[in-house]
């Protein structure tokens, strides 16, 4: 019988992008186990909120990324 933890991986890359307020390169570490995800997190140099939009194929590649500002 198979440990089902011995089947997950942990797929992550690290990817990098511009903030769009700061323009500061910053890296962000992408679940390659998710195929849709958004969520916000805040830049970790001027601390405004950016909304991620990330889309993985099923190759464990990211295929679309997409760091916006949040409208006021
Ligand atoms: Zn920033």
């Known amino acids: ?17 511009h903030c769009p307020y700061c323009f500061t390169e910053v890296s962000l570490l992408v679940d390659l186990s998710v195929s849709e995800q958004e969520y916000i997190e805040d830049c970790e140099r001027c601390c405004n909120p950016i909304q991620f939009s990330i889309q993985v194929n099923g190759n464990q590649e990211i295929e679309a990324f997409s760091a916006e500002p949040i409208g006021q």
């Open 1 to 17: 019988m198979l440990n089902p933890w011995q089947c997950v991986k942990v797929f992550m890359e690290e990817y990098f992008y």
